[in-house]
């Protein structure tokens, strides 16, 4: 065995000592003020230590990742689908494509809970479950040529299990899709900067697409330089533009938004991936992770305290104002995609299998691009953490909760053990230049106080209002590129299944029936989406819940398919890295839609839901928040949809669970009888650096490749 360095052990010792302090802190402190630099640095240093030691564990011992082995990105390269993509864009591509409302959204959402419990699922959360699916699945997909989760679960586990995988997966997918986009319809309607910015980077995103396929192939760094440079440049105009008399043009309805949303999903689906997918989230890559990497950096600076309470009393009662359930299951599943996200077994299973250039790669790409995530999930929960509770529940409680005036919020909020003046509440508004922040629900606009506090610190308070509309339109590029990259990926399942039916649409880049399922998977999520913009309960409220409980449950079908893998392929005794996180994954959600379908409470319960206000209807009442007999109608027909799907879900993942679990009994008693559906082993051609700075072997193989190959040129 290699003797370490010292330098190395030095090195990993400090770092263990810092994140071992964080959580130290963290963990005890009772009553006295805890610096949210403690957040951050039990964070990183949890990170650090799971990418360097558990992550290459994985890859190497439980995975056998092989350099030598060609990847469907080579073998089947044919530049519209298949396409072997730099490391460092793809990379960008990947998190981008992940990293969606989740790690927004869910830990300012659980906040309400208290700072603890949700820094303890994000961080150990990722690195035992989150990033772990993430990894495995790239692995397998890449071997099975880009296959969907769905598409392995059916070659893998048989027709039954298969099918419900399948069914589930595509479902899942649609609901997950609609949520994104209605978080993006919230983020910009009205809002002519954010929508300018945003629009302006699709050009952008051509542009640098057109430069690396044709003008300048292979220059990453100038086009890295130029896209940033327009980028920067069309968030100043966004400001010009909402100053000038164009700002009506870029002010836009709820409505007129989701047609323009469900329009640009079906043409990013259906272009080449080099052209628009990939430059676009490369592009929005940098503003994700300079953002975030400024926010920790002005956490260290400014020092911020947290002034929410470890742990709140609504962890205990389960009536909070913010969502409704106990801590156990329901914090889990609100959190989602920062600890573990079935969404990205998607994207690890749709997109990106198809572009990365070596398997090397996977270990950065699919478990680093999750930490990066996570990362983001840890700042949001800080933003929310630091500002005055009074504030964040007069934010993120409903208007029939609170009322409509500061009075009345102040009265409510008051109540509840947390002070805040009716003053306080309308100084806070005036600050970002807002009318009111009165029951501002869904997360976004409580992240955006949270980062103006801190980036104000730091830059000086006469910059707040400047730092919340940043923030409010950062959050919208955020999620967008989720929809663009989920709705290809949704095509790509939708094509998987209808080529069990008829040949020709597995292949995923026939054009006629890349259009035809385009155009389908747009219809469906554009349906959700319509319904979350006109539901009168909220459609975030209302919708969230599923989404997170759908997300999670996506992500039991993940873990379960990789288990089977990994056990039909001879790793028996690894199984574990994906089957200890599926038994935990399945319980909590499975607990969570049991309660969200037979719960007599009515805020958890969506059938319990219905039938109060069906009976109201009966009565000719109108029950808040509702304000019409229209809105009671609405409010029935979605809490029955809600249900019914909560209930088909789980339905179909206890079908899938159980048909793995078959499936493996049976590879250990007659492993004769087990086939796997890999790809034929291709030596590659490529020559690419595993991780994003080349080693000296790796310089060295390069070097080498250019000279052998200078001839043939």
């Known amino acids: 065995m290699r003797t370490a360095h010292v330098r190395s052990i030095v090195i990993w010792t400090l770092v263990a000592l810092i994140a071992a302090a964080g959580w130290a802190v963290l963990a005890l402190a009772r009553g006295e003020e805890v ?103 790239l692995f397998f997909s890449t071997r099975r040529n880009g296959r969907s989760v769905g598409q392995m679960a059916r070659e893998e586990l048989g027709p039954v299990g298969g099918a419900a995988a399948l069914i589930g997966t595509f479902v899942i997918m649609i609901i997950l899709l609609g949520v994104l986009a209605l978080v993006v319809v919230n983020a910009l309607a ?21 430069y690396l396929r044709v003008l300048r192939p292979g220059r990453v760094i100038e086009v890295s330089v130029i896209g940033v440079a327009l980028l920067l440049f069309a968030l100043v105009a966004g400001r010009w533009v909402a100053e000038s008399s164009w700002a009506e043009a870029f002010t836009l309805a709820p409505s007129t938004l989701v047609i323009w949303l469900v329009v640009y999903g079906f043409v990013a689906s259906i272009l080449p991936v080099w052209m628009l997918l990939a430059p676009r989230d490369y592009l929005s890559t940098f503003m994700k992770i300079g953002t975030i990497a400024l926010l920790a950096v002005g956490v260290v600076i400014a020092v911020p305290t947290l002034k929410m309470d470890a742990v709140t009393d609504f962890a205990g009662r389960g009536d909070g104002p913010v969502f409704a359930g106990s801590l156990f299951p329901f914090v889990f599943i609100t959190i989602a995609c920062g600890a573990l996200s079935g969404f990205h077994a998607l ?3 749709g997109t990106t299998p198809k572009m990365i250039q070596k398997e090397t790669q996977i270990r950065m790409i699919g478990y680093g691009a999750m930490l990066m995530e996570s990362s983001v999930a840890v700042m949001a929960l800080i933003a929310a953490s630091i500002i005055d509770p009074g504030l964040y529940f007069a ?112 292949n995923v880049s026939w054009k006629p029936g890349l259009v035809v399922t385009s155009a389908l998977v747009c219809a469906l999520w554009g349906y959700f989406l319509w319904v979350g913009v006109h539901e009168p309960l909220g459609g975030i409220n209302q919708l969230f819940p599923i989404f997170g409980i759908s997300n999670q449950l996506l992500a039991a079908i993940a873990l379960a398919v990789c288990t089977t893998l990994l056990v039909k392929s001879g790793r028996l005794k690894c199984a574990w890295v994906t089957g200890i996180p599926l038994v935990w994954d399945a319980t909590v959600t499975l607990t969570a839609s049991w309660q969200k379908v037979f719960s007599g409470d009515p805020k958890v319960g969506f059938f319990t839901q219905r039938r109060i ?93 250019h000279v052998g190959a200078a001839p043939r040129g």
């Open 35 to 137: 610096s949210a630099a403690w957040m951050v640095a039990a964070a990183l240093g949890s990170y650090a230590i799971a990418y360097r030691f558990y992550a290459r564990f994985i890859a190497h011992r439980v995975l056998g990742v092989d350099k030598n082995r060609a990847t469907p990105a080579e073998r089947l390269n044919n530049g519209i689908d298949y396409h072997p993509t730099d490391r460092r864009v793809l990379l960008g591509h990947h998190f981008a494509a992940i990293a969606g409302a989740g790690p927004l959204v869910g830990p300012v959402l659980a906040a309400q809970m208290g700072y603890l419990p949700g820094t303890i699922w994000i961080i150990a959360g990722v690195i035992f479950a989150g990033a772990v699916q993430d990894m495995v699945v």
């Open 347 to 349: 994207i690890s299973s």
């Open 613 to 705: 206000f069906r009976e109201a209807i009966d009565d000719g009442k109108v029950l808040p928040p509702a304000k019409t007999m229209d809105d009671m109608h609405t409010v029935v027909t979605n809490s029955t949809v809600d249900g019914v799907l909560s209930a088909v879900l789980a339905l179909l993942v206890v079908i899938v669970i159980a048909d793995a679990l078959r499936v493996c009994v049976r590879h250990l008693r007659r492993p004769a009888l087990s086939t796997l559906s890999e790809a034929p082993y291709v030596e590659s051609r490529l020559v690419a650096p595993a991780g994003l700075i080349p080693t000296r072997q790796e310089k060295e193989e390069a070097r080498h490749e």
């Open 395 to 506: 934010m993120n409680a409903p208007s029939g909760v609170i009322g409509t005036t500061v009075q009345q919020a102040s009265d409510v909020v008051t109540g509840w053990g947390y002070q805040i003046s009716p003053g306080a509440l309308a100084q806070a508004a005036k600050n970002v230049e807002e009318s009111s922040l009165l029951s501002r629900t869904g997360g976004a606009p409580t992240l955006a106080i949270g980062i103006s506090d801190i980036f104000s610190k730091v830059t000086g308070g006469s910059l707040r209002a400047f730092w919340y509309h940043f923030a409010i339109m950062f959050e919208a590029l955020f999620i967008l590129t989720t929809v663009d990259a989920g709705t290809r990926v949704g095509r790509f399942m939708l094509q998987d299944m209808l080529g069990n039916v008829y040949r020709p649409f597995r």
């Open 190 to 210: 009205s809002s002519p900067w954010g929508t300018f910015s945003i629009a302006m980077t699709i050009p952008i995103a051509l542009l640098m697409g057109f």
